[in-house]
């Protein structure tokens, strides 16, 4: 899944939250043209009749199926709430959606469900660095000098802004020796190799499913299949040892993308 799509369908699940509407009279209904927004992107990503229904601050899910006259949980095929913005998604008839639901005045938008990921997946491999240690620190604090240290971690400790070096090599990285100890990061990304050495053994899979179960979002294996391995970097950006700033914390692999993922998966994970 690349950057940009990872971005709008957080975008989206950030302006629910944070969007502050202006006030609706709710005592009618909306007659076309006054339909609730209906937005949609790319016509071939569009998952088939599922639905993203916003609603607006105040306006409970009992107001909106009084206000539509129909209880959405008993005629969906599919019908989840969420909790972290007042709405829900579901599997519905597009009559439904278009003549019924987008009339009420307590719907802010309804949002057209996204294919995030079309690649294919790959067989998940025990690609890692085999001659790689987890480096030993002396000291509560420590100035690592490693030849091998990214810039990235020595911008992170430095007094004052650094001009990067030809070489690539940075300066020391000065980080507490227990950095992340007792943490759990969640990595929702295309799934990590949790037997890469860099891990050190503190990375497993979301509920301990195994690398070959299928993730709860997305329907593929937990284990990294992409072509890229995205999901393992960004793992390793924030709690490997040998390039990552929490150095001791735990990585919980949530996998969310991969081919057919979609925006209300991704929703669902952070639920």
Known sequence: MGPFKMLHAFSLILLAIFIKSSPVQLH????????????????SRLVPDTYIVVLRDGHTFDDHFRRIGVHIPSV?????????????HAIMNESLVHDIIRTDPGVLYVEHDQYLDDSEPVEPTDRYDSDHQLSQYDRRWLGVEDIQ????????????KLEEPTDRQGPPFYHLESAGEGVNIYILDSGVMTNHTSFGGRATNYQQLKDTDSSPFTGWPMGDTSTVSHGTCVASLAAGDRTGTAKQANIINLKVTGKGSTMTGLADALE
Do not use: T
């Open 76 to 88: 969906a095929e599919k019908y989840v709430a969420w909790d972290i913005i007042n709405g829900y």
């Open 149 to 160: 240290n990214p810039f990235n971690l020595a911008m992170l400790s430095a007094a004052s």
């Open 28 to 43: 009618e209904r909306r007659s076309n043209p006054d339909l609730a927004p209906y937005n949609r992107n790319d016509p």
